[in-house]
Nanobody, 126 residues
């Protein structure tokens, strides 16, 4: 069973940056796609970014494109989300997730992922 632990969240002013990390264990990390999702209070969980198993393909939600960058370091079983030019509307709990199938693509849908971390809070003040 895979374990995911997110870190790096916190409080930042608008325009600032944060880097989230997600450390995975219990599965051969390097052959699975990874995704980042977020959920703000009173809203549904939404897709933020995804990276395919090899790291060669990434996809982003329109709301974060150009500001956020997803990357992975397979030697450390870790996926990152670099968040720049943060806005108050980026405030949410951020979750990482592991793809359901091996050698998966940078999928957008939450149903393509089957293991989730506990989340890390990101708060952006105006």
């Amino acid at each position: 069973q895979v374990q995911l632990v997110e870190s790096g969240g916190g409080l930042v002013q608008a325009g600032g940056s944060l880097r989230l990390s997600c450390a995975a264990s219990g599965r051969t990390f390097s052959i699975y796609a990874m995704g980042w999702f977020r959920q703000a209070p009173g809203k549904e969980r939404e897709y933020v970014a995804a990276i395919n198993w090899s790291g060669g393909n990434t996809r982003y939600a329109d709301s974060v494109k150009g500001r956020f960058t997803i990357s992975r370091e397979n030697a450390k079983n870790t996926v990152y989300l670099q968040m720049n030019s943060l806005k108050p509307e980026d405030t949410a709990v951020y979750y990482c997730a592991v793809g359901r199938t091996t050698y998966g693509g940078a999928y957008l849908g939450a149903n393509e992922y089957d293991s989730w971390g506990q989340g890390t809070q990101v708060t952006v003040s105006s």
